[in-house]
């Protein structure tokens, strides 16, 4: 028996105990994406990847480490319901292998159906390709990153199980046009705004789903320059997009310090403790668009693009520098969050129309809704997450 038959046969038991896990916590109830996950090695898609140390910097565990009890590690590792970072650079993670739970949620919500074809944006290490191809075939399914070395490897990673989908390496954004039209488009990067070629590449009725906001999209395309829907109730954070029009990156240098001693400061009667709700900050996304909470010694910090920043004081006050008051964005959405009762997500979608996008509550056309900004310049896509 080779050493790859032995890693096979150890991994059945793992990858049906993972399969069972998603099963039952509400997971996989198509039986046809059961079959896919069932039939899928994810350990040939993960050869290396890379644990995050609590004091910083990465472990890396390998199918090739020298250590036996290391590469038992590794392929137990392989089927863990947990995101694994695969590569890294400077440091920095710049692509995953998503969590599984969070894939098959993703595939289902995709409402696939024999016959269509699929554009995935951001191709990671290839399995989310190879279980798209397991449901609709090799041929129907093309994937796309800006990344050269990424789009090698899982170009070698889908060879390896004989699954021989169309890897491209481009810009995500601009889809796939030599390929289209397709039924289904997916990504696996966080977007600051939907690319205008998407529904453009896409079927009158068929679905796009992305992240957006910590939260995902699944939008039906109603024409070339049209698409709408809402977000699924469920949370997911993935890597932001890269490359030309992506969001601007924000260094958060400019933050208040916590201290009282940068920036000027007021008082709030909003509790900084609202921030601390993974819905609270959905909302906060939405309304504020550029708005991102970080965890900062004292309380949160809220920062935004521009430079502006408000750090919350628990004893009722904020510090603010930058432009602009960013804490009275936090105070308007938590008025609108208790006058609405804590929406969950799902009271929220998306449109698209004519070159404008935006995000609401309830209703398109409702009295809560706020315009998406798109980031400057073409739309970049980042390596995904897949």
């Known amino acids: 028996m080779t050493e790859g038959d032995r890693y096979a046969t150890a991994a059945l038991p793992l990858r049906a105990r993972?399969?069972?896990?998603?099963?039952?916590?509400?997971?996989?109830?198509?039986?046809r994406w059961r079959s896919a996950f069932d039939d899928v090695p994810r350990h040939l898609f993960v050869p290396v990847y890379h644990r995050p140390r609590s004091g910083g910097g990465f472990t890396r565990l390998s199918v090739d480490d020298p250590d036996p009890r290391a590469r038992a590690r590794w392929l137990s590792g392989a089927y863990a319901d947990v995101p694994l970072v695969t590569l890294v650079r400077d440091g920095e993670p710049v692509s995953s292998s998503s969590q599984p739970s969070l894939m098959a949620a993703m595939l289902e919500a995709l409402r696939v159906e024999d016959g269509q074809r699929a554009l995935e944006i951001g191709a990671g290490t290839g399995y989310n390709a190879a279980l798209l191809a397991r449901r609709l075939g090799p041929e129907a399914v093309t994937t796309v990153d800006l990344d050269a070395e990424i789009t090698g490897a899982a170009r070698a990673h889908l060879d390896a199980v004989g699954c021989p989908v169309a890897v491209v390496t481009g810009d995500g954004a601009l889809g796939c046009p030599e390929r289209a039209p397709y039924d289904r488009i997916v990504a696996t990067c966080e977007l600051p705004?939907?690319?205008?070629?998407?529904?453009?590449?896409?079927?009158r009725g068929g679905l796009i789903l992305a992240p957006f906001a910590a939260g995902l999209i699944a939008?039906?395309?109603?024409?070339?320059?049209?698409?709408?829907?809402?977000?699924?109730?469920?949370?997911?954070?993935?890597?932001?997009?890269?490359?030309?029009?992506?969001?601007?990156?924000?260094d958060?240098?400019?933050?208040?310090?916590?201290?009282?001693?940068?920036?000027?400061?007021?008082?709030?009667?909003?509790p900084p403790r609202v921030l601390e709700s993974e819905l609270f900050r959905f909302l906060?996304?939405?309304?504020?668009?550029?708005?991102?909470?970080?965890?900062?010694?004292?309380?949160?910090?809220?920062?935004?693009?521009?430079?502006?920043?408000?750090?919350?004081?628990?004893?009722?006050?904020?510090?603010?520098?930058?432009?602009?008051?960013?804490?009275?964005?936090?105070?308007?959405?938590?008025?609108?969050?208790?006058?609405?009762?804590?929406?969950?997500?799902?009271?929220?979608?998306?449109?698209?129309?004519?070159?404008?996008?935006?995000?609401?509550?309830?209703?398109?056309?409702?009295?809560?809704?706020?315009?998406?900004?798109?980031?400057?310049?073409a739309a970049g896509v980042s390596r995904g997450r897949s």
């Open 284 to 377: 906060l996304g939405l309304y504020a668009g550029d708005a991102d909470v970080r965890w900062t010694p004292g309380g949160p910090t809220v920062t935004a693009a521009d430079g502006s920043a408000a750090h919350a004081v628990r004893e009722g006050t904020v510090l603010l520098t930058g432009p602009r008051d960013l804490w009275s964005a936090v105070e308007e959405a938590y008025a609108l969050w208790c006058s609405e009762g804590q929406p969950p997500r799902d009271r929220f979608g998306m449109s698209v129309e004519d070159g404008r996008q935006w995000t609401w509550l309830d209703h398109p056309d409702g009295p809560h809704r706020w315009e998406v900004r798109p980031a400057p310049g």
């Open 252 to 270: 958060g240098s400019g933050a208040p310090d916590g201290t009282g001693t940068g920036g000027r400061s007021r008082a709030s009667d909003t």
């Open 193 to 203: 705004s939907v690319p205008e070629a998407w529904p453009r590449q896409c079927r």
């Open 219 to 250: 939008l039906r395309v109603t024409g070339p320059e049209r698409a709408e829907g809402r977000f699924l109730h469920t949370p997911a954070y993935f890597v932001s997009l890269r490359g030309t029009g992506a969001a601007p990156r924000r």
């Open 18 to 31: 993972l399969v069972r896990r998603i099963a039952a916590a509400g997971g996989l109830a198509d039986p």
